[in-house]
Every structure is written in C-alpha cells, then in structure tokens.
C-alpha cells in the first residue's frame, strides 16, 4: 500500500504507473467501500470510484477538500476530525455514524480510520474506508422486529393454551360439583314431595314445602347453566341460519326492551348458514343483547345489531388461527352504553366473574358465550370505551356446502 | 308385588328413593354400584331398574346393557344428574342402549312412580 501512496503515482502521472499500482488502483476502485487517503491538514489526496459515485462529483474536485465539506461542518467538528485525530495518534479507529447526505437522506455508515505509516515510523496519511450499512441496519432492525413480534406471538399463544387449560379443568371441576349437587337436589325434592303428600292440602307447612321445590327448581336452572359451561365442545350442532335466530332473538329482547332505547338493525338478505347448536345460538345473542341494555342502564341509547359476511383472507391476522374459514359470518352488537373498564375488560370471558351484586349474576354468561363461540371455531372480540358504549363483534365460519 | 332393583352410589338419594317407593309397596333390592347391582339382578324376580349412570366400579350404562342382555323383557329407568359429559349426554346414550325412560336430576319423584307404574303397568 505504501507503494501506492507515493507522489508519483498519483493520478496523471499515469505514464509512469507500474503494472502493480494499476493492479492496486483496481482493487481500490472497485471495493464496495468508499475509501480515500486523507493527510495531516484532513485533505482528501486520493478517493476510489465508489467514493466518487457515491458523491456524485468527479475525483478532482474532491482531492485537496477536507471531508467537513463534503459531509457537513458540525459532522466534520463533532464526529470525523476527533477520530482523525485519534488516527494520527496512531491507533485504528472504527465507529459508526449517521450522516444526512444531500442525495438519499439519513443514511448508517461503517466508518474505519487506518495509520499510514512512513519507513521511520511517522504517519502521515490515514486510509478511511466508509461502508454504507443503511440497508443491513434496517434489514437488522427489521428481523429483531419480526423476532419480537413472534416471541409476543408466542407468548400470547401460550396464555391461550394456558387459559384453555384452566378453563378445562374448571369445566371438569364445575361439572362435578353440579352432579352432587343434583343429587343433593334429588334427595332434597324427593322428601319433600312425600312431605306435601303428607300433609293436608290446606295445611300451612304445604306452603312452606312448595316454598322449598321452588328453589330447589331454581338451583337447578343453576346446576344446569354449570353444566352448559362444563359441557362446551360438545354441543350438537346443525347448519342453522343465522339471521333467522338472530331476528328471533331481537324481538324477543324487544318486547323488554325500554322505551327510550333504540334496536336499530342491519340484516343482510340471504340466508347465512353456520353449524351450531340453534337453541345456544339464540343463548349467546340473548346473552349479548341483555348486557347491551344492561350497559345502557335504562338510559336513552342504541343498540345496534348487525350481520354481514366477511371473507376470511381480510381477517388471517385478526383471527390467530391455523385454519380460517373462506368466510365468516360477522355478527355485531353495538351499544351506546356506560363502557367497560380496562381491567374488567382483560377478565370479561373468565368464568364466575361478574360486576354484578353477589347474587345477582353467576359470572358464567360470557365465559359460556366464548366456548360457546370457540367451539364453533369463531372468535368473539370486544371493544369498549368508556361512557362512549361496547363493541361485540362474533364471528363464525359460514357453511359453504349447504345440505339440501 | 313387583321388585325393583335401585342403583344409586349417593346413599341419602338413594334412601330417600326406597322410601318413595316403599310407600307405593314395591319391593326394592338395592345396589350401591354398576358391579353390585349386576351381582343382584335375578332375572326371575326383578321387574324394573331403576339405575343412576355416572357411578363407581361399574357405571348405569353397563348395568343396562348387562340386564337387557339376561333379561330382555325388564324395565329400566335411568337417572342422571349431569357429569362431565352432561346429563343429556349420558341419558341420550342410556336411552339408545334401552332404557325405558330418563329423568334428569333432579327430578319429580311424583313423576318417577307414574312412570315406573305405567311401566309395570299398575293401576293407579
């Protein structure tokens, strides 16, 4: 190299040039890397071919500038002439920096300072190589995007499976005790049965007996709705038009509805056919179209509920699944009630939980609407904002060979 | 009088059922499991069944298919109150393996006599 910084090789001087330097010359040219010879007063005295181009201005008008005016004076100031200054101390330096250039903006460059010295040891030149590097640093960044984006992915599939297993064991539990309790039921009906035979129909103990078959009737309707929530994954099901039960299931609601609250509906013609079990089908829309009013408190408001169709490509990243239907049924219930909270929010679906008065609700009306909905392989999601009202959209995957 | 043979493994139901229907003077054998109730079936004085479904040892279902298979002609009752797989579940199945009539726990056990009466087919 030493040989190819001598004076005499310079550039125009080319009648002398050994077929050595123009070996050199070459290898210079074409690196992928801009490299110059810059000397103690921090002038360019030669650049290769990458440099030029990468500036767009020919050699000779670079040779004898400093690189603060080719990369600006505060760069030059703050950046490139500490480092040169550490060069012509001796050491090699290496650093990375960020250069706004006048052609293609913010770009990332590898930079290298080499000490160039003479036969006695005195450097007097240095040798800067500057790699640009914008497009492996975003590259880069962009596979440590994806990494994170796959770790959140994960992680979010685990807490899935792991909800999924909670819940399961919670079905296997709550499914027990329901059967005890039907015993328990049982025993407790069937004595006091015999007790009204007993007595005499004008007795006032046959009160008090029919007074007990009545709870008993209403801890079973309890029993039952457990066991509804412990039996998901095994609902019969059939191909079922959705805007059929759907329309059943708003005049039903409408017939309690408030009068200062608004059922507007968006139907599309047609029929939309899904597998599911009908009777639990009309369950879940009853279920969401309650807490809608429930929500709205009596309050002036709207509900509005919606069917459309949706192809399923629109909705891969949405629906997290390994299979997506070609298309889903898009069920929506919108209403303009008091919101829901952030963290009530994270635990809506959960079983038991519920922002209703101890004794009020059982909490597992939505837990049992979203398996429900996950065995019919649909998703349901939620949006809410505060005092603006609740969002529900259901969707579930429409049957494509419709049995005739 | 006919004899029924009551399979019931939750002891208060199943004293409470006996009583029932030792009011209406039938003659109750009664078994604790699917396993003790087969031992106790005799084809020449059992009459009706009356068997729970989700039990330990032997469960109701095999109780019916057992009984059915000696004695084609018995009545059978199942009763069940619910389980993993759901009352509805399991007494469907009964009902497909030749159980005369379910009933879901809890149930009327007015309903329970006229049913085995009618299934006997006793006066009332």
Known sequence: MKRYLKKSDKPGTGKSESVENRVYSRVVDTSRSMISVINRNYRYERVNRTF?????????????????????????????????????????????????????????????????????????????????????????????????????????????????????????????????????????????????????????????ARQILNAVGRARSLTEQILTFSRQGKQKKEVTSVGKILKESIEFVRAGTPPQVIIRTEIISGEV??????????????????????????????????????????????????????RYALITFRDTGSGIDRAVMQKIFDPFF?????????????????????????????????????LFRLLLPVVINKIQ | MAAILLVEDELELKEMLKIALARRSFTVIEAENGREAIARFRPGITDLVITDLIMPEEDGLKVIIKVREVKPSVRIIAISGGGKAGPGNYLSLAKALGADAVFSKPFSIAELLKKAEELLEIEQ
């Open chain 1, 354 to 390: 519920t922002t209703r008065e101890i004794g009020k609700g059982t909490g597992l009306g939505l837990s049992v609407v979203h398996g429900t909905v996950s065995d019919m392989d649909g998703e349901i999601f939620v949006s809410s904002r505060k005092n603006k009202g609740t």
């Open chain 1, 52 to 208: 030029t181009r990468a500036h767009k201005i020919p050699s000779g008008k670079i040779i004898g500038k400093t690189p603060g005016d080719l990369w600006g004076r505060e760069a030059f100031e703050r950046n490139i002439k500490p480092n040169l200054d550490r060069c012509f101390s001796g050491k090699t330096v290496k650093y990375e920096a960020s250069f706004d250039t006048p052609l293609s903006g913010k770009r990332f460059f590898e930079v290298s300072f080499r000490p160039v010295r003479t036969a006695k040891g005195k450097i007097t030149h240095l040798i800067a190589e500057t790699h640009d590097v914008t497009s492996l640093r975003s590259s880069q960044k962009a596979t440590s995007e994806l990494k994170k984006e796959l770790r959140r992915m994960e992680l979010d599939y685990e807490k899935r499976l792991l909800d999924a297993r909670k819940l399961e064991a919670l079905g296997v539990l709550a499914g027990g005790i329901a059967h005890d309790f039907n015993n328990i039921l049982a025993t407790v009906s069937g004595y006091t049965e015999m007790l009204l035979e007993d007595l005499p129909e004008e007795s006032p103990s046959s009160h008090k």
């Open chain 1, 273 to 326: 056919n899904v597998m599911a079990d009908p009777a639990q089908l009309f369950r879940i829309f009853l279920n969401l179209m309650t807490n809608a009013l429930q929500a709205m408190e009596g309050k002036a408001g709207t509900l509005s509920v919606g069917l459309a169709v949706v192809n399923g490509s629109e909705l891969e990243s949405e629906l997290r699944k390994e299979k997506v239907a070609p």
